[in-house]
């Protein structure tokens, strides 16, 4: 830590700042009453997100549709009287599914379609792959089946999440490493592609694509996910016939990088003006699909919290910033940048808030934090009960904010309800029509209140 | 209070019990940690629903459906091994919608139709009703504006639900006198027919019917629920055209009430056999959708919490009554007959519990109870927070539980999330599409985990 750091931490630490114990529970529920008529009586969110699903669409990065909704959020933000909208410019990859994605096996004579579709990031096949399939169910079942029978081979992740979890959230985590990895971890024993069963607990015929990485020293090799009516119908095949024949064609294509954008926009703070509470979620999606829930409504969310707090006339201590973020997806260059731009200049983050994990009914934050920020917002928490914010746990904040992590900032993430969202994450299903308006409006206002007893409190320092 | 039932409540006070202090929290987390893993890895509730609202579909009291209804409910309850499956007689009302109902107004020469239904009880219109349209929000407008402008005219009740208040519960309570007393209000100012804004935060096409009922000593006038765009657009029409002309053409019958009835198992208790522990929901719905949220959901909860049992071969103290009642929409017979019979035969219920607010997220518990039951619940309540149910408060458990209350039952309310349910609530929305599995299968899991509390620890005793 150099020295200039060393000495604005230093004072952060000795900050002025009203206890706790000193909170005044009256004027809290006044305001944060006044945050949910704002966002329940005039909130703009959900019509803000019907034109970024409806008029601009999906918008992975690198995409023209990107740099229109990077347009669309500056001109809100303003629209909106934020202070300081400005681009900050990312360097980004730039792939593309192509136009078409087709896959198929013979069974029984009977030419059998899968709904397939390719992971980003993934070659494409260079014309069809056939080859025979082998199912696994975990990365560790490659080494135990063994080079022989795998090479040439097309490998079949068919792992399911977890039911038996109650948070989806910890369930898609312990189905993840087949779509990040899987790819290369096969191609180490001569695969020569994968499918992936899709990530969701919905049994549907939508096939849920997602972020997937290549190792260096091992070939590429083309990966695709197959919706989970499908995968239960491969995997029943393949009882009945172990060397059946599958087909798949991926027509995608990487690019050099492109420069695109995060949008960043303030409201000044009249106390502590250089020091910021970030507020967002991530502008980028994937290709297929509208981004509603991943993550248009953390995007229209945040920008919201402005709205709502620009309404309210509140003028915050601290500089609220609202960042959407680019990238998340398929790099997090965007959270990357915006970290390193931080530090570079020396900026103090006092702390992050991020919408990133759909727009239902909230439930509460999980903190990345110390623990004596985590005890303070337990304290101060019940405030917050009237409204369906019951949880508060330690644990993961968000993909975007999470480069801002050091020893002493606060990272929050929104928890709403987590049942339905993987019925709709990465998939076609994810559009506008499933945002239910007031649970995106109730996510919104506990975000503006949370930032109001951030600000107020200055719970960590 | 009759002798037999003093001596049995003295009884019921002194009654041996384990302390809630006395909790085994160890024991408690294994049996409901093995509740949710049997509902959510092998729960058979989402696809029993699927067959009640796609093989049976509506079944309004009175109707064929709900014949077949009670004979599905009382097969599969003997499917899952239930003791003492059997039909209680209960007498219901029978009203048909008819074959059309049609409404329109003619604006600036063109023909605007409005998508509305006859709300439940109301006569037909014998013919069209033609008539100018007022305008109101409240029933004590009426008053106000008098007889002399309200005669001859159609009543349209306009007052949306307040979309302030967290809980949409409220918001209904709040805009339902509209509906179930608009008419016959309207009619003591010489009204001709009503038009009531559908009962919904959604801003849709959909007309949400539900139960009206008449006064005796006014003429009966027809009503209908009009869908909150239609409604607006009328708003939006009489303003630039008063007098305009309004049409409507309403179907409906009334018939002789007919027995129906409704089916109630038990797992039996092993030490308080005589006392009761009810669990329910209801069994008849609107004639329009599926009855999927309202209240398909709470009858395949109730039996799934049977089946979870069974499966975890639990031996219950208290004997576990699942009950399936019939006719909560329009006229609570089969509660209200419940309560009689048991009135009737001295039976104990120590505790009932109905899901009657949608399959969704739990999110706890509402209270009809004493200051005992209610602490004692409070203080065991946290080993169900690892499952998403956090709320507990006193107030309305349902409707079809709410006749047995006296002084010493123990009357509860499942709270699902509330957000979504109005836009499905009593319109062609409601069907098993909208019903989410997990969030479905979650209740049930809560619902078995507070039978397994209640029957455990007799909280109120």
Chains 1, 2 share one sequence.
Request: glycine share 10%; hydrophobic share 40%; proline share 3%.
């Amino acid at each position: 830590m150099d020295a200039i750091k060393k000495t604005i931490l230093i004072i952060f630490m000795l900050g002025v700042s009203p206890l706790i114990n000193g909170q005044d529970e009256s004027a809290d529920s006044t305001f944060i009453r006044a945050i949910y008529d704002e966002v329940l009586g005039n909130g703009e969110c959900h019509e803000n997100l019907h034109y970024l699903c409806k008029e601009i669409g999906a918008r992975l990065s690198g995409s023209e549709e990107l740099g229109e909704a990077i347009l669309w959020g500056e001109s809100l933000l303003k629209k909106y009287n934020a202070d300081n909208v400005v681009q900050q410019p990312v360097m980004v990859p730039k792939w593309t599914r192509g136009n078409y994605e087709n896959a198929y096996f013979v069974s029984n004579k009977n030419m059998v379609r899968s709904r397939i579709t390719a992971l980003g990031g993934s070659v494409g096949t260079n014309g069809a792959v056939e080859a025979e399939v082998i199912e696994v169910k975990k990365l560790e079942d490659l080494e135990a089946i063994g080079k022989e029978k795998i090479e040439g081979k097309i490998v079949f992740f068919n792992r399911a999440m977890d039911p038996l979890l109650i948070n989806t959230g910890n369930a898609y985590g312990g189905a993840y490493d087949q779509r990040s990895k899987g790819a290369s971890e096969a191609a180490k024993y001569g695969a020569v592609g994968t499918l992936v069963r899709s990530l969701t607990h919905a049994q549907d015929t939508f096939p849920h694509t997602g972020a997937m990485s290549y190792l260096d020293d091992v070939p590429r090799i083309p990966a695709a996910a197959i919706s989970t009516v499908d995968a239960s119908a491969l995997h029943h095949a393949l009882i009945e016939n172990p060397s059946l024949k599958y087909t798949m064609e991926l027509s995608c294509t990487s690019y050099e990088d492109v420069e695109q954008a995060n949008v960043i926009a303030e409201i000044t703070g009249s106390e502590f003006p250089d020091e910021y509470i970030v507020v967002g979620g991530h502008l980028d999606s994937w290709d297929i699909g509208e981004g509603a829930h991943d993550d248009g409504a953390g995007i229209v969310q945040s920008i919201e919290v402005l709205r709502i707090l620009k309404a309210l006339n509140y003028q915050p201590r601290h500089t609220i910033r609202i960042v959407l973020f680019v990238n998340e997806e398929n790099g997090n260059n965007g959270g990357k940048t915006y970290a390193a731009e931080a530090e570079k200049n020396n900026l103090i983050h006092f702390a992050a808030i991020e919408s990133d994990a759909g727009g239902f009914s909230p439930r509460g934050f999980s903190f990345e934090a110390t623990d004596d920020a985590y005890t303070n917002y337990k304290s101060i928490a019940p405030v917050l009960e009237d409204y369906g914010v019951h949880m508060s746990r330690r644990g993961w904040s968000g993909v975007d904010i999470r480069p801002l992590k050091n020893d002493y900032v606060t990272l929050i993430g929104l928890i709403p309800d987590t049942q339905r969202y993987f019925d709709f994450h990465h998939s076609k299903r994810d559009t506008w029509e499933n945002v239910n308006k007031r649970e995106l409006e109730l996510g919104a206002g506990s975000m503006a209140s949370l930032v109001y007893l951030l600000d107020q409190y200055r719970l960590g320092k």
